[in-house]
């Protein structure tokens, strides 16, 4: 479970897809930690993109995370975010502390 809560992943959006005009400006989402990222900017000196918290102007988080273009390696971690956790985070903590004790087979079996 650590694993996961390390991995950077990819979700596909429609968020900047217009439906009139078939413009794209839509970017995936990337979650890393059980945060999500919206694309900010490319970087062609450093091959790189920058992912802001999808909280950046709602709550007026600061965190970013930097990565490579080429392997998707992070080059600059996220840092704190100035706003608390969501809902499912806790849970995925919860859990992932859960199977350290117990196997995810055993845990598995006792929900639908």
């Not at 102007?57 to 998707?72: G, L, R, W």
């Amino acid at each position: 479970m650590e694993e996961t809560y390390n991995q950077i992943v990819f979700v596909k959006s429609n968020y900047g897809i217009e439906e009139k005009t078939k413009k794209k400006s839509s970017h995936p989402i990337l979650v890393y930690q059980n945060h999500h990222y919206w694309f900010r900017e490319k970087n062609v000196k450093s091959n790189s993109r920058r992912f802001c918290c999808r909280f950046k102007d709602e709550k007026k988080c600061s965190a970013s995370i930097t990565i490579s273009n080429v392997d998707n390696l992070i080059i600059r971690q996220p840092g704190d975010h100035s706003h608390k956790e969501d809902r499912i985070a806790l849970y995925n903590e919860a859990q992932a502390n859960l199977t350290k004790q117990i196997s995810d087979r055993a845990i598995a079996a006792h929900f639908p």
